[in-house]
């Protein structure tokens, strides 16, 4: 280690950094020991920073050790140093502060008079002699020490096996969100920026990165090697990042001058080959759009054994390897969606969140509602459908998160974050999926051109700075004006003041259609709560209103008007408006392509106009408007605002559907379907429908899948294989039979797509022995390894779908009591079995008698809540209550828990009530029963079907940590 008075000496050069101007409210609000911020008194402009993580040695705990020089400005005058540390040893015999060579005047150089800590408050203070000058730079120099972690975070190491059999280890970061003072001390809040010049120690056979490229090598006692990196942008202290060990690159093609390189361990190279493939390509689409090339001279992506999720540390990106890897013969569509749509959120970041960045924690839906949406556009520089992946995404597309936010526990995307110790809270709920569905209506209403020429406004106005979201309002509102998008009456757009209510409550809208046919039609707004008899708790001061923006395309319309902005508004103040000029006898579409946060019910005309023209025509109807029409009038079925019949009046035209959007939504509601009315006499003749909808789309795309097609093309084919099987279509089956019997006699071959596995598994095993489950146990457990979860959880299913009741009280064992099944995978599971009739019922009396010793790695609450969501008997309710007075709430989190678990029982029960006679009779006078296509002759409706494998593996991706 270098004395401190070398390395400052080293780095007097160009320290001052240009481009750190602060915006309004800067460091506004309390900041004291309570809340954990520091004081508005003094700002870093610029560290040098020295790590030396010391995992060489024979196994853990692994010390670690550096040296930080933090050069900062005087802001208001003090005369005493506060910066942030935790769990670290300071050398309090090295400690310089002293003044910068860079300071425009010439101050007095300070003069140490204490050094104290408080660990409470992760306050160190170097209290001086004399006060500091305001406008003047200074500098503090420390020697520090660790003990790195094991729970990746902080500065951690990383255990994995070699291929020699060995235990072996990586290093690297995860400083998001207050976890940079864990490894140096430093000013650990996002508002802080700064640039870097970082070194990392290493020995001679390891390879160390950071954030930028390495500029030059030293060589240090006892045989090790200081890489130096270049000088970082100005960044905050989470983004530092930097990756230790064996590793090597896949390299991605050229971009900007430099090879953009995906690092892992050796054994995983192979399976980074389709990240590199598409990283060059996502991050080229993100220059191009935001018309800001990336500026820095390297990307880097690394790989890392067990971490969760991935982090945007400026020029060298995490992952964990599961959210990365792809193997050619074991990854499925959804894995190959998921990996992208991860790089391209990260890459986006580098814009959204590093170059510009949140404030404080309160505003962190800039970096992540952002970066969600772009989960999907760059997606279309591989040829992929950018806006139809984010509207039917299971894992963070705007669909999915109208099921959370009707309810009284959501969220808003703006989280009230008043100390340090609530950061993380900024990252959960809504600040993900609705954040990203918040920045999808923007553009909706504003029109591509304006949004995009709006955030390329917002980047170029607040780089390098911490922002607020009244600045983006503001750069969209300039815009906007710029534009000439107005509101319809021609009055200025206040960004603001639309979006305000849409970022800082829970909750969306119902609007209602209600068609005069006389040209016009009203429009109101309600707050949409399903189920429907729930009591908002928490107070609003819009209370639970919106500006709703209106769009309308008719039978008359242009193709343009699926793109176009609002033709109306209900404003906040008002629960409706009135439409005019609408041509008679029309369908009517409104919130075009479901741009807009809010379901739509129509009148009973206007609905039967619009399936009249599916059964018609559909491609009239833009894909993701008939995906919208399918989903609302489900969910609304549910809530009690329509009979489903009105929801199954819009399927009759999926026979002919080759668009993934409609079928993805329609599969979620026919499952739950198949749940609640599977013991109804007439239950049957909804599964004969089903396959006759499902069969001749099947056919169509039939069982081969090309990496040269649209992602979501592979999805509607694995859907469909899945649907046609598992409702009995004879010749699904018998392909089914085949591959399986090839893949049983063989089972490390890859001769069954990982596409259809589940299917082929599931078929198999349903229709087998007790011998076809212990292979496929063992095939697991030989494989549980693996970093491919489409092949992990494949075989998990599989096992679910065993009809002997024997081998499911087999699996629970398993997953219970024995050590076969591994902990990381224990949870997907056990939702296998949980959304079965008898697996859900021996998962009960499970949860019943070990309900406060359940065993890690199984989440209590969603298996609950699966089970729960196939109750519809007065039965199944009393039997919930009995088991809430056996194991009561504890918590007010427990309390909503179980409230919505009775809210969501009651709602089945009463959804049956309302609809099983008009479902039977509308099956009976179905218009396509002649054209019905019959059951193989062995079959037996089973639940699950494949569809609840895939929406339990994305539910896997989901709790990882933000990314």
Known sequence: MYPAAVLILATFLSIQVEGTSYPRGYREGPRDE????????????????????????????????????????????????????RGLTINESAIVVGVSPDTPGAPPNPVLDTFAENPAANFLYFHLVNNLVVGEKYFLSLDFSGTLRSDNNGLYYDPYQAEDGTTKYLVSAQFESIEARTAFPCFDEPDFKATFDIRVVRSASAVALANMPIVSTESRPGGYFAEIYARTPVMSSYLVCIGVGDIRPVISQSINGYEVRIWSRPQMLSEMQFAADVAAKLQAWLDAETQITYREPKMDHLALPSKGGAMENWGLITYGEESIAINSQTSAASGKLNVASIIAHEIAHHWYGNLVTAQWWTEIWLNEGFATNYNYFPTESIGWEGSRAQQIDARRGVQLFYDVDQKNTSDPVR??????????????????????????????????????????????????????????????????????????????????????????????????FTDHNDGTATVSRTHYLSPVNQIMETPSPWNYAWHVPVTVVTSASPPSAWDAGPVAWIDIAETETTLTGLPLNSWVVINAKQNFFYRVLYDQTSLNRISSQLSTDHSVIDAESRSAVVEDTFALSRAGYVSVTYAMDNTLYLSGESVYNAWGSVLKHFAHTNRIFRTETWFPSFVDYVRSQSVPVHQSLGWVYSDTEPILTQHLRRDMVSTACSYGDPGCLATARQQYAVKAADPASFSVDPNNLPTVLCTGVGEGTAADWTLWLNVYIGRKSTQIRDERYAYLFGLSCSQDETQIDRYLDELTVQSNIAQRDRNTATQYLAVLDYGGRILWNYLDTNWDAVRPGINRWTTLNNIVAGFSTTADATKLNDFIGRHPPRSESERNNYAQAVLLAEQNIQWRINNANDLAIWLQSNPQRSQLIQPDPGFRMRIPSAWHHWTTVVESYKTDFPF
């Open 34 to 85: 309570v809340d954990g911020r520091l004081p508005a008194t003094l700002r870093p402009y610029h560290y040098n920073l020295e790590l030396f993580p010391d995992f060489y040695g024979s196994g853990p705990p692994f010390p670690f050790s550096g040296h930080v020089d933090i050069f900062f400005d005087c802001e208001v005058e003090t005369n005493v140093v506060i910066i942030q540390s």
């Open 415 to 512: 989280k009230q974050i008043n100390t340090t110790w609530e950061a993380d809270n900024s990252f959960g709920g809504s600040t993900y999926p609705k954040g990203g569905a918040i920045i999808r209506m923007i553009r909706g209403i504003l029109t591509k051109s304006t949004f995009n020429r709006g955030m390329t406004r917002y980047l170029n106005n607040n780089e390098y700075t911490g922002v607020t979201t009244d600045e983006y309002m503001t750069a969209l509102t300039t815009q906007a004006a710029i534009d000439g998008v107005t509101y319809p009456d021609g009055s200025p757009l206040d960004m603001k003041v639309v979006m305000d209510p849409w970022l800082n409550q829970m909750g969306y809208p119902l609007v209602t």
